[in-house]
Each structure stands twice: as C-alpha cells, then as structure tokens.
Nanobody
Framework: QVQLLESGGGLVQAGDSLRLSCAAS????????MGWFRQAPGKEREFVAA????????VYADSVKGRFTISRDNAKNTVYLQMNSLKPEDTAVYYC????????????????????WGQGTQVTVSS
C-alpha cells in the first residue's frame, strides 16, 4: 500500500503563502485519487481539497476556494497544496490522503472515501 509523507508546513503571517507537498512511496501513484484535510485543536478533521487521478478534476471546500490550489505530478509521486492569502483560521495540522481507484475523474470530499493517510504537517498563521 502507498505510504504518504507531508512537508512544507510552518509559521507564517496572515496574507502570506505556503506550499505543502505530499510525497508518496511505491510505483502506483497514478492509480490514486488524492485529497487534503486539516484538523485544528478541539475540532474534527475537515475537507480542504481533492484531485482525481486525471489531475484535471479538482474540488475545494468553500472556505478555501479561490485561495488554495491542489495539483499533482505523477512523475514525481507528489501532490501539492498551494495556499495563498492565508488567514489565522487556516491554522491546523494538514493531512494528505489517498485511495486506489479505477475512477479516472472523481475527486472525493469525504474522509471515508480515502483509506491511506500521512502523519500531517503543522501550518500556523499568525495575525
């Protein structure tokens, strides 16, 4: 099964940008739809963005639409989350998720549509 490792988190000021990466092990990365979720202290994990196997179909939570962009590079076994215009309410641990699927065009919003998770990377946005 694919193994996931997030990186790129850190401490930034409101309005700044940050790019997260999720590196996947194995040789079947192109078989997986990928997603980003986040969890703040005292809150449940919430959906952020997802991308289909095709790399064309993407979906976003309303709270990040227009500010965040998800992309993937199958040749590098990596999915990215470009975060612009960061707000203090974006502060959370960000998790990468994956699921092997034959569906070329679907990008799921629900965490139960994924079965492999990374350990997370901390993003802190100060005001």
């Amino acid at each position: 099964q694919v193994q996931l490792l997030e990186s790129g988190g850190g401490l930034v000021q409101a309005g700044d940008s940050l790019r997260l990466s999720c590196a996947a092990s194995g040789r079947t990365f192109s078989n997986y739809r990928m997603g980003w979720f986040r969890q703040a202290p005292g809150k449940e994990r919430e959906f952020v963005a997802a991308i289909a196997r095709s790399g064309v179909t993407t979906v976003y939570a309303d709270s990040v639409k227009g500010r965040f962009t998800i992309s993937r590079d199958n040749a590098k076994n990596t999915v990215y989350l470009q975060m612009n215009s960061l707000k203090p309410e974006d502060t959370a641990v960000y998790y990468c998720a994956a699921r092997d699927t034959p569906n070329w065009s679907y990008a799921g919003r629900a965490d139960n549509e994924y079965d492999t998770w990374g350990q997370g990377t901390q993003v802190t946005v100060s005001s």
